[in-house]
């Protein structure tokens, strides 16, 4: 038997220094944490974030692998907590409507079934790290889809399950889109039509979108009519297989809106049509990438009652964009009349404040 000693150091010394690694960025996000007001709320996936950047960054950019070690070390990937038998029973999904938001068990959901019916279109707003179904996201967007007539507007609710550290919430999504898909199949079974299904994920619920998209397929055999990725969120999800994260197999139309690309969110197009308002990287009137990564929302939120307010010009790049020579490409509006076809890269540019979007002139 061969001594394998060198092997053996090698490999205890990386772990020793993911260790180091890791156990810096929980102090800091620690010290942060601890520095808040008791106002939950307001705590969000980027101010933290932004507080541990120069620490994050290198784990950011590379991409999934050094998260995997990172996660293992700690038991914290999917095959590990799968092992485990994590559940997440503390997920619940909300009916908004325009009196308040109804709660229901997302695994006893057969009066939640009930009210859906089976002719309205139906969608689900999916919130990121440390949010809820009446959170800042949902805040926004839902009183907007609340004025358009005709639609069943759920909130999925994972407030008590993606509300820990970043690694384990990333793992989480995988779980969570599996019981979101779960349900959908069940209503896809007792008679709605996939196509009537919208979803709606920002930053890290984009993923659990695209896993709940990928369960109803591999349940029924059908996919979901739409799922729209408002800056799928970037750390751990770079890089990744197409099975770990949304992907345009998820549904029958995946539209995707990347407004801090390469930081928080993710930089390579993953949708049928990606949408870089801005560049995608960072927004005008915005100084912490919280705020750029909350623009995707905002944008799809104005959307909703401002159809044209977003023309997109398709082009290769931001460079060629900005330098003109796309001005002869075709347009495509963002957000919610979004509509299929001629896949590819989308640019425009938006005002610093709202109302955001330019119309014509945005685009170039
Ligand atoms: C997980 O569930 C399986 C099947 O129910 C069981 O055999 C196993 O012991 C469980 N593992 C743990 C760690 O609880
Ligand atoms: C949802 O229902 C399951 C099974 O009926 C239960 O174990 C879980 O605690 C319930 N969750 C909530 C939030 O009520
Ligand atoms: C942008 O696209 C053009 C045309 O395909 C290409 O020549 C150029 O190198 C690209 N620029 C960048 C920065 O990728």
Not at 71 to 97: C, H, P, R, W
Not at 142 to 150: M, S
Not at 179 to 206: A, R, T
Not at 215 to 236: F, M, N, Y
């Amino acid at each position: 038997m061969r001594i394998r000693i060198p092997e053996y150091f090698t490999g205890l010394l990386t772990y020793r220094f993911e260790f180091i690694y890791l156990a810096r960025i929980f102090m800091l996000v620690g010290l942060y944490a601890a520095g808040l007001p008791h106002d939950r709320a307001k705590l969000s996936i980027s101010d933290i974030f932004d507080t541990a950047l120069p620490i994050l960054h290198p784990l950011i950019a590379a991409g999934s692998n050094r998260c995997e070690t990172l996660k293992s070390f700690f038991g914290l990937t999917y095959q590990q907590m799968l092992e485990k038998n994590a559940t997440v029973e503390e997920l619940s999904i909300d009916l908004i409507t325009k009196n308040g938001n109804i709660k229901y068990n997302l695994t006893a959901t057969s009066r939640l079934k009930r009210s859906l019916g089976s002719d309205k279109q139906i969608i689900v707003l999916v919130h990121g790290f440390r949010e809820s179904s009446d959170g800042w996201m949902v805040g926004g967007v839902a009183p907007e889809l609340l004025k358009v007539a005709g639609l069943k507007i759920l909130a999925l609710d994972g407030r008590k399950i993606i509300n820990l550290e970043y690694f384990r919430s990333s793992t989480y999504t995988r779980f969570m889109g599996e019981q979101l898909g779960l349900f959908l199949s069940e209503i896809i079974k007792d008679g709605v039509d996939p196509m009537k299904i919208y979803l709606i994920g920002h930053s890290l619920g984009s993923h659990i979108a695209g896993i709940a998209g990928k369960k109803v397929q591999q349940q029924t055999g059908r996919l979901v009519g739409r799922i729209t990725a408002l800056d799928p969120a970037g750390p751990c999800f770079g890089n990744v297989d197409p099975s770990g994260r949304i992907s345009r197999q998820d549904a029958v139309y995946v539209d995707v809106i990347h407004t801090n690309a390469g930081l928080l969110g993710l930089k390579e197009p993953v949708g049928d049509k990606d949408f870089y308002p801005n560049g995608g990287m960072t927004q005008p009137g915005c100084i912490l990438s919280t705020c750029d990564h909350s623009r995707a929302w905002e944008f799809l939120a104005e959307s909703v009652n401002s159809a044209k307010h977003f023309p997109a010009r398709k082009c290769e790049n931001w460079t060629s964009f900005k330098g003109g020579f796309c001005s002869k490409n075709s347009v495509s509006y963002m957000g919610l009349e979004s509509k299929a076809g001629d896949p590819g890269l989308y640019f425009f540019t938006t005002a610093a404040s709202s109302p955001f979007g330019l119309g014509p002139t945005g685009s170039g």
